[in-house]
C-alpha cells in the first residue's frame, strides 16, 4: 500500500528493474534524518508506535528478522522484497488512527509472509505495466490470506479502505499531471481493488460508471480471473506445516507459499495480461502524443516570432480542419491534457506518428 507522495507510476516507457527492486529503487535517509523534522514530543510518539508496530509485523510476517524502518516524511509504507524492510510512514503514525496502523502494518506483515516472485521471468516483469497489475492483483490477495487467519485485521479493512479510496483520487491526480492523462491501465488496477473490496463487504460488484468504455470491458472479461487470483493463496497451516502440491511431492511451508504464489501469477498472466495490456499499449500511444506536443510547445517557446501555427509541422496542420488546428493550438499553449483532445484530433496525431521516421518514434517512446 502506497501514499500518493509515495507512488510511482510505471508508465509505458519507464523501465522496471527486477521483481525484488520495482516497489522501491530510492536513496533512503536513515531515521536520525527523518526524525529530525519532528519536534521532541513527536519524535517520542512515532518511535513509541514504530516499536508497537513492529512486533505485529514480526507476527504476521513470521519473522523476527524482518526490519521496521521509519520511510521519508509523507512517503507512505512499502515491503522491500529485497532487503526484507518494512517502511513506514512517520506522518502517518502522528496523524492516523491506531487501527489503521495496525491493519497497513499486518498487510505488509501479509507480504513477507506470502509474497513470492522470484520464478517470474524477468522479460514478463519489465513488461510495461505488468508490475502495476501485479501489485493491483496482489494485495488483495495478501489482505484474503491475513483476513482469513487474525479477525482483527479484517475488522480494520473496512476502515483503512475507505481511507485509501480518498488517498486514490490523489494518485490519479498526480499521474496526470505527471503524464497529461490518467493511464487506462491505471484505472483499470485500481478497479480491481475496488471490486475485490466489494466483494470482502458482500457488496454489488458493479463496474464504476465513470470509466472508459475501454476499461470497462477489460475489467469485466477479466475480473472473475482476478477474482480467482486473489483467492488462491494458502492456509495458515500450509504456510507454517507444508502439505503436498499438484504431482503428488510433499514440500515444507515456504515450498506451498511458494506454489500458491505461482498459481496466482500464471492465472494472471495466462488469463489477465493478455487483456490488460491491451490498456497498456493505448496508453503508450497517448503517451507519444504528449510527448510529440510537448515537442511542439518546446518549438513554440523556441520561436522569435511568436507566431503560435509554426510549430505545427505542415504535414499534420495540412490534414486538421481550422477548428482541429485551434484545438490543438490551444492544447499546444498550456499544460497538454490528452483527455481534452477530441477523438478526431487524436486519430490524426496518432496517423501523423505512425508515419514518422522510425528513429523519430523511437524517440517518443525513449
Do not use: C
Not at 300 to 315: A, F, L, T, W, Y
Request: aromatic share 10%; net charge negative; no cysteine.
Amino acid at each position: 500500500m502506497k501514499s500518493p507522495e509515495q507512488i510511482q507510476v510505471d508508465v509505458p516507457g519507464e523501465p522496471v528493474d527486477s521483481p525484488e527492486t520495482a516497489f522501491q529503487a530510492l536513496q533512503q535517509p536513515n531515521e536520525d534524518e527523518i526524525l529530525a523534522a519532528f519536534t521532541p514530543e513527536q519524535q517520542t510518539e512515532i518511535l513509541n508506535k514504530q516499536r508497537i508496530l513492529s512486533s505485529l509485523a514480526y507476527f504476521i510476517g513470521k519473522d523476527f528478522k524482518i526490519s521496521v524502518e521509519l520511510n521519508e516524511h509523507g512517503k507512505g509504507w512499502h515491503w522491500d522484497f529485497k532487503d526484507n524492510i518494512i517502511r513506514i510512514d512517520p506522518k502517518d503514525l502522528l496523524e492516523k488512527p491506531l487501527d489503521y496502523l495496525r491493519f497497513v502494518i499486518s498487510h505488509e506483515g501479509g507480504h513477507r509472509r506470502i509474497s513470492r516472485t522470484s520464478f517470474i521471468p524477468l522479460e514478463v516483469w519489465q513488461q510495461k505495466g505488468f508490475s502495476f497489475l501485479m501489485n493491483a492483483i496482489e494485495d488483495p490477495r495478501d489482505n484474503n490470506f491475513v483476513a482469513a487467519n487474525y479477525p482483527r485485521f479484517a475488522e480494520q479493512m473496512k476502515l483503512a479502505y475507505e481511507m485509501n479510496f480518498e488517498e486514490e483520487k490523489m494518485m490519479k491526480q498526480k499521474a496526470k499531471d505527471r503524464l497529461g492523462y490518467q493511464p487506462r491501465f491505471m484505472q483499470a488496477g485500481f478497479e480491481y481493488i475496488k471490486l475485490w473490496f466489494n466483494e470482502k463487504m458482500k457488496k454489488p460488484a458493479e463496474i464504476s460508471t465513470d470509466l472508459q468504455e475501454e476499461i470497462k470491458e477489460i475489467v469485466k472479461k477479466t475480473i472473475t480471473s482476478a477474482s480467482d487470483a486473489w483467492k488462491t493463496y494458502p492456509t495458515k497451516n500450509e504456510a507454517d506445516n507444508g502439505g503436498v502440491i499438484p504431482g503428488g511431492e510433499k514440500v515444507d511451508g515456504e515450498g506451498m507459499i511458494s506454489e500458491y504464489a505461482k498459481q496466482s501469477y500464471e492465472i494472471i498472466f495466462e488469463e489477465i495480461w493478455p487483456e490488460y495490456k491491451k490498456l497498456v499499449e493505448q496508453d503508450l500511444e497517448d503517451q507519444k502524443m504528449a510527448e510529440l506536443l510537448n515537442d511542439f510547445e518546446q518549438k513554440k517557446q523556441e520561436q522569435k516570432d511568436g507566431k503560435d501555427d509554426g510549430n505545427i509541422p505542415k504535414e499534420l496542420k495540412d490534414k486538421l480542419t481550422p477548428e482541429e488546428q485551434k484545438e490543438l493550438e490551444d492544447a499546444i499553449g498550456k499544460a497538454v491534457d490528452m483527455d481534452s483532445l477530441s477523438p478526431a484530433l487524436k486519430k490524426k496525431i496518432k496517423d501523423f506518428i505512425d508515419s514518422l521516421p522510425e528513429e523519430k518514434k523511437k524517440e517518443l517512446v525513449e
